[in-house]
């Protein structure tokens, strides 16, 4: 599929979704989160972000996860990509579990197999945008496959700003090159953090086609938060989170069955 689900519909074609799309998912487990509770601060400022939340992500496959805005969806996607622990639960990244991982362990990890586009981009300024999206290639002791950097660039409509620092793009531009440099490495599982949240809905568009065509070309896991119907339509699924925890999934979502769905939320 390389349309978004609505669209595959409106356009009067048959629904490639049936075709790819397996409720169980394609593959085995990318993400596992076990039981997984994160509470911050202490006593009466207490705040449990994610309460007891359990969920696999399947190989191969694109989410996306929605909710209000504090129902934990950026703490969801901090715990499983090992950005942040848990208070309390497993979180596994294929056959890994990073609890069990020393800090530097877990540094390389998601270096080498997570990708991460964060809601408030994380460019370095001092770095122009190649520097920026080769950055995790650069750590990594990896040399950039031009080809894909090529194309990655392109994609995202950032070929002509290549020399800029973060300090002379505009919000939406930057978050292109924080979604070019997370998926420069081909990793595993991409996480995204709305992004396209800044973007005009064509470039919007360009960046979900690019999320979504990694998941159908390469097999990559995607897992994207967005506020956007029309954004999670590009999605095999729309899990609702609502305060800290998974209260429903709709498969092959559209903006119309994910609207309605929010409105009983
Ligand atoms: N570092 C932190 N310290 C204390 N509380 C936090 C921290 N991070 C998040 N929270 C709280 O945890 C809850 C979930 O926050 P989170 O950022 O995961 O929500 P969200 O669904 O991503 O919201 P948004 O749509 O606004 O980005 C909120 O009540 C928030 O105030
Ligand atoms: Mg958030």
Known sequence: MTAPNAVTATAGQPAAYAATHH????????????????????????????DNVSWTFRRGT??????????????????????DRPTSGTVRLGATDLGELKETELTRLRRDRV??????????????????ITLPLFLGGRRADRQWLTEVVHRVGMAERLDHKPSQLSGGQQQRVAVARALVTR????????????????????????LREAVDATGQTVVLVTHDPTAAAWADSAVFLSEGRIVDELAAPTAATVLNRWETL
């Not at 990708?115 to 920026?132: A, H, I, K, T, W």
């Not at 949240?197 to 086609?209: E, I, M, Q, S």
Request: glycine residues 14%; hydrophobic residues 40%; proline residues 7%.
């Open 187 to 210: 990793p595993e599982i991409v996480f995204a953090d709305e992004p396209t949240a800044a973007l005009d809905p064509r470039t919007a568009g360009h960046v979900l086609r690019l």
């Open 23 to 50: 409720p169980a998912g394609p593959g085995g487990a990318a993400v596992t989160l076990e039981r997984v509770t994160k509470t911050y601060g202490s006593g009466r400022g207490r705040v449990t972000a994610l």
């Open 62 to 83: 694109f989410t996306a996860i929605m909710g209000a805005s504090g129902s934990g969806k950026s703490t969801f996607l901090h715990c499983a990509s090992g950005l």
């Open 115 to 132: 990708g991460f586009v964060f809601q408030g981009y994380n460019l370095v300024p001092s770095m122009d945008v190649e520097r920026n």
